[in-house]
């Protein structure tokens, strides 16, 4: 059983930059794939970012694809979200997720995760 525990939300103005961070316990980390999802008022959850279990390939959302940065500390059992550029439409709440899953893949769908945070609540204003 892996837990996961977000960090570092919070409301901010359009074109600041916040960082997320997920600690992980209870498994090894470097066994999992990791991916951060968000889910604003009203719309299913969707995919942000995710990061292989080695060698830090990296997979993201259009929506976010030059803004936001995903990185994995093995060492720490962590996984960053680096935020820049913020928008309002980027108000939601932000889960991390881990999934067991060969060296190199980057899932993109919750579906393919096995365990999940609580979130942590962004909220940019305009």
């Known amino acids: 059983q892996v837990l996961l525990v977000e960090s570092g939300g919070g409301l901010v103005q359009a074109g600041d930059s916040l960082r997320l961070s997920c600690a992980a316990s209870?498994?090894?980390?470097?066994?999992?794939?990791m991916g951060w999802f968000r889910q604003a008022p009203g719309k299913e959850r969707e995919f942000v970012a995710a990061i292989s279990r080695i060698a830090g390939f990296t997979n993201y959302a259009d929506s976010v694809k030059g803004r936001f940065t995903i990185s994995k500390d093995n060492a720490k059992n962590t996984v960053y979200l680096q935020m820049n550029s913020l928008k309002p439409e980027d108000t939601a709440v932000y889960y991390c997720a881990a999934d067991w899953t060969a060296a190199l893949v980057r899932p993109s769908t919750p579906g393919e995760y096995d365990y999940w945070g609580q979130g942590t609540q962004v909220t940019v204003s305009s």
């Open positions: 209870g498994g090894t980390f470097s066994s999992y794939a």
